[in-house]
């Protein structure tokens, strides 16, 4: 590999060394291994790669992202499928017979209708797309069951990434439930309970002082000098950002085959966001939905908001910056997809927002006192945010309108743990209960 991408530095120079996998042409694929991909298309110049560990074009330096040669599908073939991401192997780069690996079976999470919130932002038709239901209790699960099936095809050794917590909490559970061996690197100061959902299952937990971008420049580094490593999110992240398009796949099934007018998105490397509206566009071309507008909104933290910052600004380029806030799975200061998230919110008449710490933690409690879901803080920014982009106006209250809610709240408990606890100590005794005022 002559080029190194990671989600902080698209364009970089590799690291001295061995590259972590075997190169394309150094190996042969079983047929179908990456089921209807048809190569690697730079997202830049649209310069075509061979698939394999390639992650950025060798003419621009430009990301590269998986291109296919789709069958024709139907919603019934589909709908037939297993309740997971794999209803949706023929649109994946994973071969026919994934469901015979061994893989956490993510996805077909809830799409839960949100009347009490809707009312509450004063919004006509909201759903909450509840991902915080999957194996590890994020979206993350997602991406690595497809980077897993990559890893496997390239004959990886050890699976393996840098993270904000989400993702390693997802690879260490992947990597156990296929018997391959893992290594996660995460900031030190992680949340605790992240760091632990890690920690039992794998061994290898690499806490490192300083910030995710700089646990991501030394992930990448190890990645070209270890051999025979797959780094989800650096060396295979073409087959790893796909599974975020799943998502997107799911909302339109579950909303009857049909595309929400809105869809408020967090962003952290922005991936997430890019890989729901090309799922938006593919089932489009694939008849699959009737084609119609519609409108993507992105979602981020203010101690770490450089996405929102550039759109608000009228800006091309992402202005980096240090991470300073509780939505540490957003805290990503140099996200690698930051310039295409402002090329889709306006492209499709959206927006990013950001709202701070404190409108954070009341996201998370307006999302679980009006529907019971408790989300981390990535989602309470989320619902922060559609607060107020409605109050600001420009997000239409009577659209359709879907959010996502990327992780579990069980995570993150330091970030309200001050804000709530009992109403009242009291002895037990009746009077002491009536003293309180609750009833």
Same mark, same amino acid.
């Given at each position: 590999?002559?080029?190194?991408?990671?989600?902080?530095?698209?364009?970089?120079?590799?690291?001295?060394?061995?590259?972590?996998?075997?190169?394309?042409?150094?190996?042969?694929?079983?047929?179908?291994?990456?089921?209807?991909?048809?190569?690697?298309?730079?997202?830049?110049?649209?310069?075509?790669?061979?698939?394999?560990?390639?992650?950025?074009?060798?003419?621009?330096?430009?990301?590269?992202?998986?291109?296919?040669?789709?069958?024709?599908?139907?919603?019934?073939?589909?709908?037939?499928?297993?309740?997971?991401?794999?209803?949706?192997?023929?649109?994946?780069?994973?071969?026919?017979?994934?469901?015979?690996?061994?893989?956490?079976?993510?996805?077909?999470?809830?799409?839960?209708?949100?009347?009490?919130?809707?009312?509450?932002?004063?919004?006509?038709?909201?759903?909450?797309?509840?991902?915080?239901?999957?194996?590890? $209790?994020?979206?993350? %699960?997602? &991406?690595?069951?497809? @980077?897993?099936?990559? +890893?496997? /095809?390239?004959?990886?050794?050890? !699976?393996?990434?840098?993270?904000?917590?989400?993702?390693?909490?997802?690879?260490?559970?992947?990597?156990?439930?296929?018997?391959?061996?893992?290594?996660?690197?995460?900031?030190?100061?992680?949340?605790?309970?992240?760091?632990?959902?890690?920690?039992?299952?794998?061994?290898?937990?690499?806490?490192? $002082?300083?910030?995710? %971008?700089? &646990?991501?420049?030394? @992930?990448?580094?190890? +990645?070209? /000098?270890?051999?025979?490593?797959? !780094?989800?999110?650096?060396?295979?992240?073409?087959?790893?950002?796909?599974?975020?398009?799943?998502?997107?796949?799911?909302?339109?099934?579950?909303?009857?085959?049909?595309?929400?007018?809105?869809?408020?998105?967090?962003?952290?490397?922005?991936?997430?966001?890019?890989?729901?509206?090309?799922?938006?566009?593919?089932?489009?071309?694939?008849?699959?939905?009737?084609?119609?507008?519609?409108?993507?909104?992105?979602?981020?933290?203010?101690?770490?908001?450089?996405?929102?910052?550039?759109?608000?600004?009228?800006?091309?380029?992402?202005?980096?910056?240090?991470?300073?806030?509780?939505?540490?799975?957003?805290?990503?200061?140099?996200?690698?997809?930051?310039?295409?998230?402002?090329?889709?919110?306006?492209?499709?008449?959206?927006?990013?927002?950001?709202?701070?710490?404190?409108?954070?933690?009341?996201?998370?409690?307006?999302?679980?006192?009006?529907?019971?879901?408790?989300?981390?803080?990535?989602?309470?920014?989320?619902?922060?945010?559609?607060?107020?982009?409605?109050?600001?106006?420009?997000?239409?209250?009577?659209?359709?309108?879907?959010?996502?809610?990327?992780?579990?709240?069980?995570?993150?408990?330091?970030?309200?743990?001050?804000?709530?606890?009992?109403?009242?100590?009291?002895?037990?005794?009746?009077?002491?209960?009536?003293?309180?005022?609750?009833?």
């Amino acid at each position: 590999m002559s080029a190194l991408v990671t989600e902080t530095d698209l364009g970089s120079s590799a690291p001295h060394g061995a590259p972590a996998l075997p190169e394309a042409n150094d190996r042969s694929f079983r047929e179908g291994a990456f089921g209807h991909a048809r190569t690697l298309s730079c997202r830049e110049c649209g310069h075509e790669v061979e698939l394999g560990p390639h992650y950025a074009c060798p003419e621009c330096f430009g990301p590269l992202e998986v291109a296919y040669d789709f069958p024709v599908v139907t919603r019934a073939e589909i709908e037939a499928g297993p309740r997971n991401i794999w209803r949706y192997q023929a649109l994946l780069p994973v071969p026919a017979d994934i469901t015979e690996s061994p893989n956490t079976e993510p996805g077909f999470t809830r799409l839960l209708r949100a009347d009490n919130l809707a009312r509450e932002l004063g919004l006509d038709r909201l759903w909450v797309k509840d991902d915080s239901t999957n194996p590890t $209790n994020s979206f993350k %699960d997602r &991406v690595v069951a497809c @980077a897993l099936s990559a +890893a496997r /095809e390239l004959g990886a050794k050890v !699976f393996a990434c840098p993270s904000t917590g989400n993702l390693a909490n997802a690879v260490a559970a992947a990597g156990a439930r296929a018997g391959i061996k893992t290594v996660v690197f995460i900031p030190s100061n992680l949340e605790r309970p992240k760091q632990v959902n890690s920690a039992v299952y794998t061994e290898n937990l690499v806490a490192v $002082n300083g910030t995710y %971008d700089d &646990v991501n420049r030394l @992930a990448s580094e190890i +990645a070209g /000098e270890q051999e025979g490593w797959a !780094f989800v999110n650096v060396n295979v992240r073409p087959f790893y950002a796909e599974g975020s398009k799943t998502l997107g796949y799911e909302i339109a099934e579950q909303l009857g085959w049909r595309l929400p007018d809105q869809v408020v998105i967090p962003v952290a490397s922005g991936s997430q966001l890019t890989k729901v509206d090309k799922a938006f566009r593919e089932l489009i071309e694939l008849g699959l939905v009737d084609d119609k507008p519609y409108r993507i909104f992105g979602a981020q933290a203010t101690g770490c908001s450089p996405v929102a910052a550039a759109f608000k600004a009228g800006n091309d380029a992402i202005r980096p910056v240090r991470p300073d806030t509780i939505a540490k799975s957003l805290a990503i200061g140099n996200p690698a997809d930051g310039i295409y998230v402002l090329d889709i919110c306006r492209r499709t008449g959206g927006a990013v927002e950001d709202v701070d710490d404190t409108q954070v933690r009341e996201g998370i409690l307006l999302l679980a006192r009006t529907e019971g879901i408790f989300t981390e803080t990535a989602g309470g920014t989320t619902v922060a945010c559609l607060r107020k982009l409605v109050e600001t106006g420009r997000l239409d209250p009577t659209a359709e309108t879907v959010v996502i809610n990327t992780g579990m709240g069980l995570k993150t408990l330091d970030a309200v743990g001050d804000s709530v606890g009992p109403a009242a100590t009291i002895d037990p005794s009746y009077a002491a209960f009536t003293a309180t005022g609750i009833a």
